[in-house]
């Protein structure tokens, strides 16, 4: 079945660009949207946005002027970046398959990867 | 972007008991939510799409239901690996947005 892998450096200094991504292993990531979502120590999911495989994205405003989603089919990968951050983008960054039948939904999830901002 | 607010935030259940966790969006979004289990430690584990609709491998004791602006996620009978923390999502519009969550723990 799919799986997925969250990679990246675990320690990003502030005011730089964290750069993370995620492996799709067992399928192919072509036909599926691609989305990001982090969880803040102790706190709740915060959805960061999602890309179609053929390269269309849409972004959470909160963080769309710092946000780049791509993908890399040739690999079977898609990546996330996420500049200028700050202590309050330390978090467990998840990648996840959307599947939209019936709606939109994220059935398949990778571990998730600890990233914390600090210098 | 539409504020998706549950409750409560925590309860208290004992094995077998129903539960029952209430979503409410600030505006109609039809039945466009989802409902993901969350263990410590763990990744989100989606258990209901499009509002009722239980997703392949998740155990029948969990139902959804609801439309437009209040939907519930029952347990029917709370077995000890449903302890965990649940979040509904809403997709209808962007930016899609969690509740905030509601922890199940052991009576």
């Known amino acids: 079945q799919v799986q997925l892998q969250e990679s990246g450096p675990g320690l990003v200094k502030p005011s730089e660009t964290l750069s993370l991504t995620c492996t799709v292993s067992g399928g192919s990531i072509s036909s599926f949207y691609w989305s990001w979502i982090r969880q803040p120590p102790g706190k709740g999911l915060e959805w960061i946005g999602y890309m179609y495989y053929s390269g269309s994205t849409n972004y959470n405003p909160s963080l769309k002027s710092r946000v780049t989603i791509s993908v890399d089919t040739s690999k079977n990968q898609f990546s996330l970046k996420l500049s200028s951050v700050t202590a309050a983008d330390t978090a467990v960054y998840y990648c996840?398959?959307?599947?939209?039948?019936?709606?939109?939904?994220?059935?398949?999830w990778g571990n998730g990867t600890t990233v914390t901002v600090s210098s | 972007a539409i504020q998706m607010t549950q409750s409560p935030s925590s309860l208290s259940a004992s094995v077998g008991d129903r539960v029952t966790i209430t979503c409410r969006a600030s505006?109609?979004?039809?039945?466009?939510l989802g409902w993901y289990q969350q263990k410590p430690g763990k990744a989100p584990k989606l258990l209901i799409y499009?509002?009722?609709t239980l997703q392949s491998g998740v155990p029948s004791r969990f139902s959804g239901s609801g439309s437009g602006t209040d939907f519930t996620l029952t347990i029917s009978s709370l077995q000890p690996e449903d302890f965990a923390t649940y979040y509904c999502?809403?997709?209808?519009?962007?930016?899609?947005?969690f509740g905030q969550g509601t922890k199940v723990e052991i009576k």
């Open positions: 999502l809403q997709d209808y519009n962007y930016p899609w947005t």
């Open positions: 499009a509002a009722s």
């Open positions: 996840a398959r959307v599947s939209t039948w019936a709606s939109n939904y994220m059935d398949v």
């Open positions: 505006q109609g979004i039809r039945y466009d």
